[in-house]
């Protein structure tokens, strides 16, 4: 306990982190599984294009789907910078793949530095808060993440940054009884921003909006009190203040309206389907669009149970969160989670939610409790924006398609953080069993979880052409290999 309390351990969660990552980075050739060539494609495209707006579709785009209506593009218009200036020095794609990977895991490890602030402000020990942090670096589908080229690895930082500002914008509302104009701004701005990164990110700019009118009702009451406390923090700010908010607040809402809203007056969805932007014919060459709409053509008639959707939707992200693949070379090649990380997050996931709802009142009378009610409203909502948009796609195609157990990262450190109080609170007098449930669920994800399920799940064919990354990663599976249960099953827990 004394170890993990100790604010210089997260140093060691950090180098753990990075060096997972980097490891999975300096092995996995280009294009690795989770969109590589996709999202590099773009970051071309913009390196030759000084402004984010398209006027039409660009030239030989169309493998990218409707890029000109696209809001998730902030994050290719961004790294499309550090990609020009690399690309001044050298031309070789490998090199300019590897260095883009670093600045994903330096982004990723920014969100979870960032993470590690939020969390502290339930009021959990910074050993507790530590212990989430070791157990989310050692899920595999975390390193796996943050080494490749992806908009996720800046969506996690921006939705730490999103939740700490709210956190700390309640907490001037309630200790210093001041409505801070400024932060709430600067919240917009980022939220704004947030969801120019990916559109995954509007389900939790609703969550943080419906916590910030409740919070702003619970303390005044009346839409002209909170008017009037908006108009006094303006006032109290200062005329460089006042100016660069107000540059920031349009600019942001600029690139949102000029994607969302355009999306929203032009074809009635704030992400339209490729084909409602372009031609079949355009739209045939990028490749999830023409899947579904294959799967669509052949879906007639066919049953659309929820219950029966709910089950493959929970074994598909527990499988993509413990699993290994590879890229389009190998043709997505899949292997299954090993045994003793994967199945133990089962169980350990299911006493932690039994846990929540058992010590809830605990809970929020222990710790922080306007943050722990952000904790469950945020997850909450955006877990089940992502169940329902996975089963309108299930209704249209019949198949359970894009399932990923990434799209979970940016909302799993608060759930872990819940899951760990709850059960810390259930056993609160019993340090011994609280110690050695820390230490079995660390070891179990050890024990093959983290880089080790790529390392141990790959071969030959995932690595870059170099004697190095082959060797490196031989001598592992020759070492871990045979002590790791499952190892010599690749396949196990799929159908």
Avoid at 82 to 95: K, W
Avoid at 332 to 338: A, I, K
């Amino acid at each position: 306990m004394a170890v993990l309390g100790n604010p210089r351990f997260f140093r060691v969660i950090l180098a753990l982190l990075v060096l997972q990552a980097s490891w999975i980075a300096l092995s996995g050739r280009y294009p690795m599984a989770f969109d590589e060539d996709f999202h590099l494609g773009i970051i071309r495209l913009y390196a030759h294009h000084l402004s984010p707006f398209w006027g039409t579709q660009p030239k030989n785009a169309d493998t990218f789907g409707a890029v000109a209506r696209d809001p998730s593009y902030l994050y290719q218009y961004l790294m499309s910078f550090p990609y020009r200036l690399i690309s001044l020095f050298t031309g070789d794609q490998t090199i300019q793949v590897l260095i883009l990977r670093a600045i994903d895991i330096g982004l990723f490890a920014g969100g979870v530095a960032l993470y590690r602030r939020l969390l502290m402000k339930t009021g959990a020990s910074t050993a507790m808060v530590h212990a989430c942090l070791l157990v989310f670096v050692l899920i595999p589908i975390t390193p796996l993440l943050a080494a490749q080229i992806n908009y996720d690895n800046l969506l996690l930082p921006m939705t730490a940054l999103a939740l700490l500002m709210t956190v700390n914008f309640d907490a001037l509302l309630v200790k210093k009884k001041r409505l801070d104009t400024g932060l709430l701004l600067q919240l917009l701005i980022v939220c704004l921003l947030s969801s120019l990164v990916k559109y995954a990110f509007l389900p939790l700019f609703a969550a943080i909006f419906g916590f910030i009118v409740v919070r702003l009702w619970q303390r005044y009451r009346s839409i002209k009190a909170v008017w009037s406390r908006l108009s006094l923090g303006w006032r109290r700010l200062g005329g460089w203040a006042r100016v660069g908010l107000v540059v920031a607040l349009i600019l942001a809402a600029g690139l949102f309206v000029q994607r969302y809203g355009v999306n929203l007056v032009r074809y009635h969805e704030p992400v339209p389907d490729c084909g409602q932007a372009l031609s079949v014919k355009e739209c045939s060459q990028y490749g999830p669009w023409i899947r579904n709409y294959n799967l669509e053509l052949a879906n007639i008639g066919g049953k659309h149970s929820p219950l029966t959707f709910t089950a493959d939707w929970l074994y598909g992200m527990w499988l993509r969160t413990f699993f290994a693949v590879d890229g389009p070379a190998t043709n997505f090649q899949t292997r299954g989670p090993l045994a003793v990380p994967g199945l133990s997050a089962i169980f350990f996931a299911a006493a932690g939610l039994i846990a929540i709802a058992a010590a809830a009142p605990k809970l929020l009378r222990r710790y922080n409790a306007p943050v722990l009610w952000l904790f469950m409203a945020a997850p909450l909502v955006y877990v089940g924006a992502l169940w329902l948009d996975d089963y309108k796609a299930f209704a249209q195609t019949g198949q359970a398609v894009a399932i990923n157990g990434r799209y979970l990262v940016p909302v799993l450190l608060p759930m872990l953080l819940l899951m760990g109080a709850a059960v810390g609170e259930l056993i609160k007098n019993k340090v011994a069993l609280k110690l050695g449930l820390l230490t079995a669920a660390v070891l179990c994800l050890a024990w093959g979880g983290g880089a080790l399920t790529y390392i141990l799940r790959s071969n030959d064919a995932w690595y870059w052409p170099s004697p190095v990354a082959r060797t490196a990663n031989h001598a592992v599976q020759r070492v871990l290999g045979p002590i790791t249960p499952g190892y010599r099953q690749p396949t196990q827990f799929m159908h």
